[in-house]
């Protein structure tokens, strides 16, 4: 089974502190992608990655920066958090080319940021 | 930009009864639809998908419907079941990895 791990369910940041939200994945994808889930809002792409030291900006990148030296590891930051930066961040990866179901992305399980 | 909207954002079913969840999309240029289920808790795990040169797909107690002509998208699970209770997403790619994500229909189900 694919695997997709976030290193943290829950945290809890202050108002100008540097974050860091690590993913990897074990099934050599990719594509790696970044999320965030707000109520009534569905899921908005931060940022994704095709490919080693590649990264494209998605719909919301604002206030936010990514990493990706591995293949299995994407990391997401915020440079300097802000209270409207609370929310669920979700890392997901997929293959490069399409197999079986094309885009199918994998999830982890979420972080739930607080920034106070 | 591109959209993927819900008709509803809530659908409460019996247990047993079918349940059907609507998506209305906006890019007629969209070749891939996919829907995924969210636990509370958990991520967005794959339920089932289409390509757009498809108007149905069938998969274990869940039915896919694609309607190109009204760029309008169906989930059908048969019998619901008390773990059916989720949110449910509907999103869509235009022949790119991207996927974009509708806001998600809350399905809950009664006894």
């Known amino acids: 089974d694919v695997k997709v791990t976030q290193s943290s369910r829950y945290l809890v940041k202050r108002t100008g502190e540097k974050v860091f939200l690590e993913c990897v994945q074990d099934m050599d994808h990719e594509n790696m992608f970044w999320y965030r889930q707000d109520p009534g809002l569905g899921l908005r792409l931060i940022y994704f990655?095709?490919?080693?030291?590649?990264?494209e900006k998605g719909d919301i990148p604002e206030g936010y920066s990514v990493s990706r030296e591995k293949k299995e590891r994407f990391s997401l930051i915020l440079e300097s958090a802000s209270t409207n930066q609370t929310s669920m961040y979700l890392c997901a990866s997929s293959f490069g080319k399409g197999t079986g179901s094309l885009y199918e992305q994998y999830f982890g399980p979420g972080t739930r940021l607080t920034v106070t | 930009g591109e959209s993927v909207g819900l008709h509803l954002p809530t659908l409460s079913v019996q247990e047993g009864d079918n349940s059907i969840i609507n998506c209305a999309y906006s890019n007629s240029a969209s070749d891939y639809f996919i829907w995924y289920k969210q636990e509370s808790g958990k991520g967005p795990q794959f339920i089932i998908d289409?390509?757009?040169?498809?108007d149905k797909r069938q998969g274990q107690r869940v039915t896919v419907l694609l309607n190109k002509t009204v760029k309008h998208l169906s989930l059908q699970i048969a019998a619901t079941q008390p773990g059916d209770s989720a949110v449910y997403f509907c999103a869509e790619s235009k022949g790119a990895q991207k996927l974009v994500f509708g806001q998600g229909t809350r399905l809950t189900i009664n006894p």
């Open positions: 990655s095709y490919d080693v030291k590649m990264k």
């Open positions: 289409i390509r757009s040169n498809m």
